[in-house]
């Protein structure tokens, strides 16, 4: 069942409730992915995309609050897509090899 605060915020994006559950599902493939060593770069990069969204929703029309929690995650996710950032197959490095 959805938290009341998740559906507040999704109303307010006119985004409920079909965003917030396909939202919720991207995080959780995102999360899920992480625990994998083949899927960590698309999983890192999904999330990452799931957070800007979110990042901005926040700057923008629901102001700042809750925003304090992005930044160390943002650059969990990133860190994890440039280390595997050849992983990835529109990767320059890729044709490199």
């Given at each position: 069942q959805a938290s009341p605060q998740?559906?507040?915020?999704?109303t307010l994006l006119?985004?409920?409730?079909?965003g917030r559950v396909l939202i919720g599902i991207c995080e959780l493939i995102?999360?899920?992915?992480?625990?994998?060593?083949?899927?960590?770069?698309?999983?890192?990069?999904?999330?990452s995309f799931v957070l800007t969204g979110a990042g901005l929703a926040h700057v923008g029309p629901l102001g700042y609050e809750g925003i304090n929690i992005f930044a160390p995650t943002y650059a969990a996710l990133?860190?994890?897509v440039v280390l595997r950032w050849r992983e990835l197959p529109f990767s320059a490095s890729k044709s490199r090899h």
């Open positions: 998740d559906v507040e915020t999704f006119n985004m409920e409730p079909n995102a999360g899920a992915g992480l625990l994998h060593r083949l899927s960590a770069a698309y999983a890192a990069l999904l999330g990133l860190i994890v």
